[in-house]
């Protein structure tokens, strides 16, 4: 429970610590949405219904945080066999870094985070300004 913790906390911290280089080369492209993905592999003693908890959870986000502009979820159905065990894929957007930040230390978005440690084996974040 304590690497999840330990897991969970430097994907959080991750997601809001951009390396310089990255940072220069999007601070042009700060307009439109900021999209937050989150990926879950759940460890092999997680229950269906430990799973189905942990997604309605995740689902009521939206609903008590209003920095969430829009929050959608499903599972992995690709034939390619690339996703290293992760089942689970949530996406959600903000209009701003300010918007994604607040949503990080959400006192909602910590309990979520209490959730997650029993059931999930692994998580993996990533955060990028969405271009056409």
């Known amino acids: 429970m304590k690497t999840i913790i330990t897991l969970l906390v430097l994907a959080m911290s991750l997601a809001v610590s951009t390396p310089a280089s990255a940072a220069s080369s999007t601070k042009a492209v700060r307009k439109g949405k900021l999209v937050h993905v989150v990926s879950f592999k759940f ?5 269906q219904t430990d799973i189905d908890k942990l997604v309605d959870a995740f689902s009521a986000l939206p609903g008590k945080i ?3 502009k829009t929050y ?4 992995n159905v690709s034939p390619e ?3 290293k065990g992760f089942t689970h894929c949530f ?3 903000f209009k ?18 209490k959730l997650v440690g029993p059931v999930v084996a692994d998580v993996f974040v990533v955060d990028y300004w969405a271009r056409k």
């Open 96 to 113: 701003s870094d300010k918007d994604r930040d607040e949503y990080l230390v959400h006192p909602d978005h910590k309990d979520f985070g």
């Open 91 to 93: 996406i959600l957007t």
């Open 66 to 68: 209003k920095q969430i």
């Open 43 to 47: 460890k092999p003693t997680a229950s």
């Open 72 to 75: 959608e979820w499903g599972t």
């Open 81 to 83: 066999k690339h996703d």
